[in-house]
C-alpha cells in the first residue's frame, strides 16, 4: 500500500494532467466554434474534467492536511 506522500505525489500528478486536458479542451471548443461546428458534446467532456479536477484537488488537500498532521505529530514526539 502507498504511503500518504506517495499518493499525495500521484494525486498531484493527476491534477496537472488534468488541468493540462482542460487547456486541449478549451482549445478544441474554440476550434470547433471557429468552424461552425458544434460543440455540445466537448463542452460536456469539460465540465466532467471539471469535475474530476475539483475532486482531485479535495483529494490532494486532504493528503496535504494529513502530511501536515503527521510532520506535526512528529516533531511533538521528539519533545
Known amino acids: ?6 499518493l499525495f505525489a500521484q494525486t498531484d500528478r493527476q491534477v496537472s494532467v488534468l488541468k493540462e486536458r482542460i487547456a486541449r479542451q478549451r482549445e478544441v471548443i474554440k476550434r470547433a466554434k471557429l468552424e461552425g461546428h458544434p460543440t ?7 465540465h466532467t474534467l471539471h469535475q474530476s479536477l475539483r475532486a482531485f484537488e479535495k483529494r490532494r488537500q486532504q493528503l496535504f492536511e494529513r502530511l501536515e498532521a503527521k510532520r506535526g505529530a ?6
Not at 1 to 6: E, I
Not at 40 to 46: G, K, L, M, S, V
Open 1 to 6: 500500500m502507498k504511503n500518504t506522500h506517495d
Open 40 to 46: 455540445a458534446a466537448a463542452e460536456t467532456i469539460q
Open 74 to 79: 512528529e516533531k511533538g514526539w521528539g519533545r
